[in-house]
């Protein structure tokens, strides 16, 4: 499976940035995918998540904010940020994995900047 992120960039406070992730491979290794972030000198955090029936779980410093979707018939998931903050600066990265015990894949970090 290789993961494909795009999006990402530069915005102020309180604007929106949306990132997209493509997976190729088989879909059953897929039902799991999610975005992550970390910033210099912090532990990679779960931002959100979304399973392939469509359950979400959100970070408690973005729900309200951020959106996770997800397009199975493309195998890819979408994640709008909205009302973003200064601290939601962070290198973001997309994750996939067929389920508890199975391979667990990352896309390439894509930089997210909010200025003040």
């Known amino acids: 499976v290789q993961l ?13 940035l949306r990132l997209s992730c493509a ?7 897929t039902n799991l995918m999610a975005w992550y ?3 210099p000198g912090e532990q990679r955090e779960l ?3 979304i399973t392939v029936g469509g359950n979400t779980n959100y970070g408690d410093s973005v729900k309200g904010r951020f959106a996770i979707s997800r397009d199975s018939a493309i195998n890819t998931v979408t994640l709008q940020m ?3 903050k200064p601290e939601d ?4 990265y997309c ?14 970090g894509t930089q ?3 200025s003040s």
Do not use: C, D, E, H
């Open 95 to 108: 994750k996939a994995t067929g389920g508890i015990g199975r391979p667990v894949y990352w896309g390439q």
């Open 89 to 92: 600066t962070a290198v973001y």
């Open 47 to 49: 931002v959100a998540s």
């Open 37 to 39: 972030r970390q910033s």
């Open 112 to 114: 997210v900047t909010v």
């Open 4 to 16: 494909q992120a795009s999006g990402g960039g530069l915005a102020q406070t309180g604007g929106s």
């Open 82 to 84: 909205n009302s973003l």
């Open 23 to 29: 997976a190729s491979g088989s879909i059953f290794s």
